[in-house]
């Protein structure tokens, strides 16, 4: 029969295939991949594209952003160019990429800049990647660009060496999925240098970004980040190459390390000592156990032993694989090269001479077969201060059972039966293939001791009934001796062959049961969004899959409380808490069974994670002694890391709104310093300086110089009145305490008191008013909204030349009543659009504007909501000046003035 394994290292891998037989039923993709802006990823593209032009490729741009570099733009031109689509969001339109006007033109390749762009919302997509994924769908190829701070495993990294948090990234797997990977590499000092010339920013822009993100150290960093991620994609792809093809590796076109453990007292050294030679080597790893019949009958130390091994590797960053197989060596050298392993590390012999005569040596097998396989013999002891775990496991129960054996001897029984009927037919020699059947059944439904118990009895019974002198244990042919030996031989091996097989069977039905338990748990965990939810799904799954009562306890403030429980249970006792708190502060298992404070109710565990642990998980039974054996120690380790990562997420969300709102809270206290600081101190001073005057110089001032002083004490103390009546306001919006006074009025009236209490501020503009006298009268508060009138004329005469018109003007639209007020100044920038509203923002202005709060704004959409309105910010079609529009809905059984005459 020939070797699986050989026919298999002969065959392509299937998973390859396919990947393979993907590829060529989409377009091609590639990406030019900088480590920054301005490295010329999109000057380089554009190169590209004309350079497939000239090949007869039909090449258009999907959409490119120069970003006003002359050098860029010039390449733009010889290629067509895709109509963008415009998008109307909050009244402003934005560019986007017109994905169907591409797919309906279907050229041979499109060039899409910026891969990590956001889409504007109403877009068919809300990622430009996903764009491109559908273009590569159709059959499309597609070019692209994209920086290494955009992606999405490396973003944590970027923020922590630049100090910046990049917000649009892509997903690792859209690297993976490109055909070619291209990248645009310069000098931090030729880039830097670009900067300074104006080539990427404008001049100021340029040297802020000099001196913060675009500095030595961080431009290195990131270089190294774009060359190193372009590698490992390069690795991947060659490794893929070679499965596709059944190409034997190694090929050593970079460094690969694999560690191969047991059950040994070693294996953590092993492992400690394949990391430190894969950063040596700055080489990727991985941790490999070849899993035998043999495993299965080992003990449960043994057992959590290898299971420890195996969580330190992936702990320290390596991949940790477990493999069937039959062959310890030649299944390791089988892996190895079908993933291009370079080199192997393996702990030195341990068994006695005799036994590698007998048993052979997986060391001296690998060394045999590795071939251009680099093997590193390591003579690794067990580490002294290998960590324990803590916690004392649970004997398992008793193994021996009655049915079992019984099922055995009715088997026997059965052969026996069986025998004597056939004994008149059969050659006595045949019989006992009758008894090595009862054999095999008993070996198949009851395991390796019953099966055994079969043989031995099938023997006895085998000599005592058929065996000449019959009805005795003598034997007198020898014929029937060796006959007898070689059944009872045969029997115990097919007994052990039959049993290691339903052994394996049985573990693997478990292992399937259990990686289909953890998949659901963790499928459960990532659609939940809140943290009672996770608690509430942990304490369900852990109590449900180990039988046991659960507690979930997490820190607040200076102590823990319980948060979740399964069943209900929130009441602990002195010792509980006392054994939680421990557990949590010292990240170390305590309570029921553990070396420390074993008096308590229940065992606690912490939830922890690479970074600190997160919380304390409390189990108990009704039992008593130990809670859990090694098997469920190891289970439960695996759901309090899925558990412990989704509370952590949940607290970084959560820490990251907090850190937000930090911010806001922080920006707005600084906007409120400054605004009491310049819009109290400037009247203040003001009337002081007036006030002050005329205090001296009240002999020699004549009347129309002390007018216009009192004026201006009059003028600059309104103008203070308001700002403390806007403060007032804000408060009131803020806390929720404003109650609008509602009843039904003409807007006409308001506005004309609106614009009575502005003639001050309004005196170097003329105002219109065009508001129907048929117009339905509105419920409203009259002093609210004429503040919200006042503050927009107000905000209307600060921002409008003199001599210009402000117009306020009112129309019914189906059931509301839509008022505008209109200006001719310089308009709102289409980014401030929205932010106008905000408390204490200004727009940009010029000298000549006179200064404001920031609030009346927000004072103005405060109001209107209470009120039942809308209000937004626009600027006027086809020409300069900003409107702001009023929404406010009809009453139920609205009233027309007429009514009311």
Request: glycine residues 8%; negative net charge.
């Amino acid at each position: 029969m020939p070797d699986d394994r050989s026919e298999q290292g002969t065959r392509p891998n299937p998973d390859a295939l396919l990947e393979h037989a993907e590829r060529e039923t989409r377009g091609r993709f590639k990406i030019f991949l900088g480590a920054a802006p301005g490295v010329g990823k999109t000057y380089e593209m554009l190169l590209s594209g004309h350079a497939r032009k000239a090949d007869g490729v039909d090449v258009v741009v999907g959409v490119v952003e120069t970003h006003g570099r002359r050098e860029t733009q010039a390449l733009v031109e010889g290629l067509e160019v895709i109509p963008r689509r415009i998008m109307d969001y909050r009244g402003h339109g934005l560019e986007e990429m017109d994905i169907d006007a591409i797919l309906a033109r279907r050229p041979g390749l499109v060039l899409v800049d910026e891969l990590a762009h956001t889409n504007a919302p109403g877009s068919r997509h809300p990622k430009r990647y996903l764009d491109v994924q559908e273009l590569l769908a159709q059959g499309i190829d597609v070019y692209s660009t994209l920086n290494i701070q955009h992606v999405e495993s490396l973003n944590d990294v970027v923020a922590q060496i630049t100090r910046i948090t990049v917000r649009e990234t892509v997903p690792d797997s859209i690297i993976d999925r490109a055909d070619d990977i291209e990248i645009i590499d310069i000098t931090p000092d030729d880039l830097i240098k670009r900067l300074r010339d104006g080539k990427v920013y404008i001049p100021k822009t340029a040297e802020r970004a000099v001196e913060n993100y675009f500095s030595p150290g961080n431009l290195t960093a990131l270089r190294e980040l774009a060359l190193r991620r372009t590698a490992q994609r390069v690795d991947d792809q060659l490794l893929n190459h070679m499965q596709a093809h059944a190409i034997s590796g190694p090929w050593p076109a970079g460094d690969r390390v694999l560690v191969c453990i047991d059950h040994g007292e070693n294996g953590s050294a092993l492992v400690r000592q394949a990391k430190r030679l894969a950063d040596r080597l700055r080489a990727p790893w991985a941790a490999l156990s070849i899993e035998t019949p043999r495993l299965a009958v080992i003990g449960e130390a043994d057992k959590d032993r290898l299971a420890a091994s195996m969580r330190l590797a992936e702990q320290l960053g390596g991949e940790a694989v477990t493999l069937p197989g039959q062959n310890v060596a030649a299944d390791i050298i089988q892996y190895a090269t079908a993933n291009n392993y370079t080199q192997i590390i393996v702990g030195k012999p341990r068994k006695p001479l005799w036994r590698e005569l007998v048993q052979g040596s997986v060391t001296h097998a690998l060394i045999r077969l590795a071939g251009d396989i680099s093997v590193h013999v390591i003579s690794a002891r067990r580490e002294e201060n290998e960590p324990r775990r803590g916690v004392e496991a649970a004997p398992l129960p008793s193994q021996f059972q009655i049915m079992p054996f019984a099922i055995g001897a009715g088997s026997v029984a059965l052969a026996l039966l069986a025998g004597v009927l056939l004994d008149e037919v059969l050659d006595v020699q045949n019989l006992a293939l009758v008894f090595l059947m009862a054999v095999l059944v008993t070996a198949v439904r009851a395991g390796l001791w019953p099966g055994l118990f079969a043989s031995v009895a099938g023997a006895l019974c085998f000599n005592f009934f058929f065996l000449e002198p019959r009805y005795t244990f003598t034997v007198r042919d020898p014929e029937s001796i060796i006959a007898l030996l070689f059944y009872l031989l045969v029997a115990v091996i097919a007994s052990n062959l039959t049993a290691a097989v339903q052994r394996q069977a049985a573990a693997a039905r478990q292992r399937a049961r259990t990686a289909e338990d953890l998949y659901l748990f963790s499928k459960k965990l990532a659609g939940t969004g809140t943290l009672d939810d996770v608690l509430w799904a942990t304490a369900f799954q852990i109590a449900s899959m180990l039988k046991l009562r659960v507690v979930i306890l997490l820190p607040q403030e200076d102590t823990i409380v319980v948060r979740a429980g399964y069943p209900p249970d929130d009441t602990l006792v002195d010792a509980d808490i006392a054994a939680a708190r421990w557990a949590w502060e010292h990240n170390r298992p305590a309570g029921r069974a553990a070396d420390t404070l074993p008096g308590a109710k229940r065992l606690y565990l912490p939830l922890r994670t690479s970074r600190k642990a997160v919380g304390v998980i409390g189990l108990d039974n009704d039992r008593q002694g130990p809670l859990l054996n090694t098997d469920q120690q190891r289970l439960f380790e695996a759901l309090a890391d899925q558990a412990a990562i989704a509370i952590e997420r949940i607290q970084l969300v959560a820490d990251e709104d907090k850190a937000k709102l930090a911010v806001e809270t922080d920006r707005l206290r600084t906007a409120l310093l400054t605004s009491i600081s310049h819009d109290l101190k400037t009247p203040l001073a003001a009337i002081l300086g007036a006030a002050g005057t005329m205090r001296e110089y009240a002999d020699i001032l004549d009347k129309n110089a002390q007018l216009e002083l009192i004026g201006t004490v009059v003028d600059e103390s309104e103008r203070l009145n308001r700002f403390i009546v806007n403060l007032l306001d804000m408060t009131r919006i803020e806390s929720g305490a404003m109650q609008p006074n509602f009843a039904l009025h003409y807007v006409g009236d308001i506005v004309g008191t609106a614009l009575g209490r502005a003639a001050k501020i309004t005196a170097h503009h003329r105002t219109e008013m065009d508001v129907p006298s048929d117009l339905p009268m509105v419920r409203v508060d009259p002093v609210l909204f004429e503040q919200v009138l006042f503050n927009l004329i107000d905000n209307a005469a600060k921002y409008a030349p003199e001599d210009t018109i402000i117009r306020i003007e009112a129309r019914r639209q189906g059931q509301s009543v839509i008022l505008e007020i209109t200006d001719e100044g310089p308009g709102i920038p289409p980014e401030d659009l929205e932010r106008v509203f905000d408390s204490f923002y200004r727009v940009r202005k010029g000298d000549t504007v006179r200064a404001g709060t920031g609030l009346g704004l927000s004072i103005s959409r405060g109001f209107t909501e209470a009120m039942g309105g809308r209000i937004a910010a626009g600027n006027r079609p086809g020409g300069r000046g900003a409107v702001f529009r009023i929404t406010l809905p009809l009453p139920t059984g609205e009233t027309d003035i007429g009514d009311l005459e």
